[in-house]
């Protein structure tokens, strides 16, 4: 009669195999992947928090600024075109909308600067949920060609109204902090800029975990289908798309302040949309971090060939030769090329695979018999014959 002790959970028994090994490692693994994920946004954050007193001259720090905007957009795109799939070359429309709204309520208003930046974002709000119902009717290159068309309408309107918008002259926003000499200006803005960027990021994660985020990305991978299994596609991507146009005119407002004064063919430029879309397709759109990396790849080039290059168009045809090598050569992104490169010359995993069904069943008898040998109260199964007894009888 079997021994009690016999009896022992499964995963005892697998753990001696090279599954069961692997089943222990991968937890193991995954764990120094959080710690060392842990480790690399410590130290960003602290890179990014210590750039102002770091920087060599206003300059610099003015670059930073800028690129800490492109971060902001580029991830304000990312709520859209990550999750869902749809590619929108006209966000800059909202960056607009977001900058001349929060110019014209103070200047015309007389709200409190950072008063007037929340209700501008309100206003793209509203406006996005019309513009929306009607833009996310259609799908592919169909919503690329509409999201240029409203781009294109707001820069006619914002530029043909000029006793209201101040047309091609321009719009001046008043300064928040007036008594603040230029680098300490700069200083709190970059400051400004990183708590946005941070809310986006933290927002962006959420809904990644989420249910509506599963939603969005089965969006992202079949429409047709997600809708068939009672996703409700319309409302998810309508949802998606006030969110980022509502980051985008946060940024655009914050950028007024900032900067101080507007022009209705920079605020409105199809240009702003493509590097959005540049810098996170570079980064990589279904990464959190993805952005931002495509932003200071991004940003930092055009910030050099500008300042190397004066007002030539080199940076333009950069921009475009980088285009090309990310759809070319990383159509995923940077970040994702990288995990798959340290994936395949890494550490592999250990898989049941790699053993035969006759193999593993061979060695967990085995290993059954060891720990029931191994037992110190182990009755045996049966008892042999001897020839003692034979001779007894």
């Known amino acids: 009669m079997p021994n009690a002790s016999d009896t022992r959970?499964?995963?005892?028994?697998?753990?001696?195999?090279?599954?069961?090994?692997?089943?222990?490692?991968?937890?193991?693994?995954?764990?120094?992947?959080?710690?060392?994920?842990?480790?690399?946004?410590?130290?960003?954050?602290?890179?990014?928090?210590?750039?102002?007193?770091?920087?060599?001259?206003?300059?610099?720090?003015?670059?930073?600024?800028?690129?800490?905007?492109?971060?902001?957009?580029?991830?304000?795109?990312?709520?859209?075109?990550?999750f869902t799939g749809y590619v929108s070359l006209g966000h800059a429309a909202f960056f607009g909308l977001g900058a001349y709204a929060t110019g014209l309520l103070i200047r015309d208003v007389g709200l409190p600067s950072f008063v007037a930046l929340l209700v501008g974002a309100l206003v793209v709000l509203l406006v996005t949920i019309p513009v929306g119902i009607a833009a996310l009717r259609?799908?592919?290159?169909?919503?690329?060609?509409?999201?240029?068309?409203?781009?294109?309408?707001?820069?006619?309107?914002f530029q043909g109204w000029g006793s209201f918008t101040g047309g091609s002259d321009?719009?001046?926003?008043?300064?928040?902090?007036?008594?603040?000499?230029?680098?300490?200006?700069?200083q709190v803005f970059f400051y400004l800029f990183a708590a946005l960027l941070a809310v986006m990021l933290v927002c962006w994660w959420v809904i990644d975990r989420s249910r509506?985020?599963?939603?969005?990305?089965?969006?992202?991978?079949?429409?047709?289908?997600?809708?068939?299994?009672?996703?409700?596609?319309?409302?998810?991507?309508?949802?998606?798309?006030?969110?980022?146009?509502?980051?985008?005119?946060?940024?655009?407002?914050?950028?007024?302040?900032?900067?101080?004064?507007?022009?209705?063919?920079?605020?409105?430029?199809?240009?702003?949309?493509?590097?959005?879309v540049l810098m996170a397709l570079l980064g990589g759109v279904r990464n959190l971090f993805g952005p931002l990396l495509g932003a200071l790849i991004v940003?930092?080039?055009?910030?050099?060939?500008?300042?190397?290059?004066?007002?030539?168009?080199?940076?333009?045809?950069?921009?475009?030769?980088?285009?090309?090598?990310?759809?070319?050569?990383?159509?995923?992104g940077i970040i994702p090329a990288v995990k798959s490169l340290v994936q395949r010359f890494g550490p592999q995993d250990s898989s049941i695979r790699e053993m035969t069904a006759a193999e593993l069943l061979e060695h967990n008898r085995a290993a059954s018999s060891a720990s029931s040998g191994a037992t110190p109260d182990a009755e045996p199964a049966a008892t042999p014959t001897t020839p003692t007894d034979e001779e007894g009888r």
Not at 170 to 186: A, I, N, Y
């Open 138 to 157: 259609v799908r592919g290159a169909s919503f690329v060609i509409v999201s240029i068309s409203f781009v294109l309408i707001m820069l006619l309107v």
């Open 170 to 186: 321009g719009l001046v926003v008043p300064r928040p902090f007036p008594d603040l000499l230029r680098p300490e200006h700069h």
């Open 212 to 276: 509506f985020g599963t939603g969005l990305k089965a969006v992202r991978e079949d429409e047709d289908k997600a809708q068939a299994l009672g996703v409700p596609t319309r409302n998810y991507k309508l949802v998606a798309y006030v969110v980022s146009a509502t980051f985008t005119g946060l940024a655009g407002g914050l950028y007024a302040l900032w900067f101080g004064d507007l022009d209705p063919i920079f605020q409105f430029s199809i240009m702003l949309g493509t590097y959005m």
């Open 299 to 332: 940003g930092t080039g055009l910030e050099y060939f500008k300042l190397e290059f004066g007002d030539t168009q080199l940076h333009l045809v950069a921009t475009a030769v980088l285009l090309g090598v990310v759809v070319l050569f990383m159509p995923d």
């Open 9 to 82: 959970p499964t995963q005892d028994v697998s753990a001696g195999s090279p599954a069961g090994a692997a089943t222990t490692a991968a937890p193991r693994r995954s764990g120094t992947g959080r710690v060392v994920r842990l480790v690399a946004l410590v130290v960003g954050a602290a890179l990014v928090l210590s750039f102002p007193t770091i920087a060599p001259n206003p300059y610099i720090l003015s670059a930073g600024v800028v690129i800490l905007s492109y971060a902001c957009t580029a991830t304000a795109w990312n709520f859209m075109g990550g």
